[in-house]
């Protein structure tokens, strides 16, 4: 009796609804593109972006099908992120060697352009962001440039705090400069 009720579960438990269930068929699109060289997806999203070999960002609404160009980002970009801490709405383009990136909180229906006050050694370096995993509206910013200086070459670091952006604040930490005999 025991043995038959174990049977009768496990029928009405794992095989009936898949027998029952629709099968699934994942949409897949062919796009025509030439040279891509980032593409990334929201969380849960048909919204994809990606990067071309010039550094212009597309992106697409409906999985794939159809591509536009997005306006707002006017420079040339060398890396987009989806963030890892809110995936579903959240990406930022960055434009290299500046302090300046591109956010959305939309899944790339607007963007804005928000720019870390680095200092001038800086400049010719990358800044790279992300969010706080609870607190959604901190943006910490890591912002390093290689600098050889008599042989020696320095990896310093700048870190930045925002509350969505408005302002960076630099945090002074007391770290040493990393130095490496060339």
Not at 162 to 181: A, E, I, V
Request: aromatic content about 14%; some cysteine.
């Amino acid at each position: 009796m025991i043995l038959l009720h174990a049977i009768y579960t496990l029928w009405v438990i794992i095989l009936l609804p898949l027998l029952n269930a629709e099968k699934f068929v994942p949409k897949v699109t062919e796009a025509p593109i030439e040279t891509s060289f980032n593409l990334v997806s929201f969380d849960d999203s048909n919204t994809s972006i990606r990067l071309d070999g010039w550094g212009v960002v597309w992106i697409s609404f409906d999985a794939g099908e159809n591509w536009e160009t997005v306006k707002e980002i006017e420079e040339r970009i060398f890396r987009f992120t989806v963030d890892p801490f809110h995936g579903q709405e959240r990406g930022f383009a960055f434009i290299c060697e500046s302090p300046k990136f591109y956010i959305t909180d939309d899944r790339g229906e607007s963007w804005r352009a928000l720019t870390i006050p680095s200092s001038e050694e800086y400049l010719d370096g990358d800044c790279f962001i992300t969010t706080h995993p609870r607190n959604k509206e901190l943006l910490i910013a890591n912002c390093y440039s290689y600098m050889i200086d008599a042989d020696v070459l320095y990896d310093p670091s700048e870190i930045y705090l925002s509350n969505d952006g408005n302002p960076f604040l630099k945090l002074n930490l007391p770290w040493k400069r990393k130095k490496t005999t060339i």
